[in-house]
């Protein structure tokens, strides 16, 4: 058996929001986890759709940047964009 190479192998205190809210279309349910391993960003987990992001303010002013990351459609990237520009 080779040896495992590990680029890296960290374990860091982070702080997790849980929050689920329904919007027009669809339930939102994410898991917010913030750490100092992103640079101020935050780690997005979309717990329904199994996605994820790191976002930050700067991403979020993106065009088509949440609509990727998490497969939904304008309406729908609006609402999370609205309701992580209250939180990030």
């Known amino acids: 058996m080779t040896e495992r190479f590990f ?8 702080q997790t929001r849980f929050v689920s809210f329904v919007g027009v279309n669809q339930r939102f349910d994410l898991a917010l986890v913030q750490s100092d ?3 101020g960003k935050q780690l997005v987990l979309d717990l329904q759709g199994n996605r994820f992001a790191i976002i930050g ?9 949440l609509e990727y990351a998490f497969s939904l459609n304008e309406e729908d990237a609006e609402e999370l964009r609205s309701f992580l520009s209250e939180v990030i």
């Open 37 to 39: 391993r992103h640079y």
């Open 57 to 65: 303010p700067d991403d979020l002013q993106e065009d088509g940047y």
């Open 7 to 14: 680029l890296y192998d960290d374990i860091e205190k982070t």
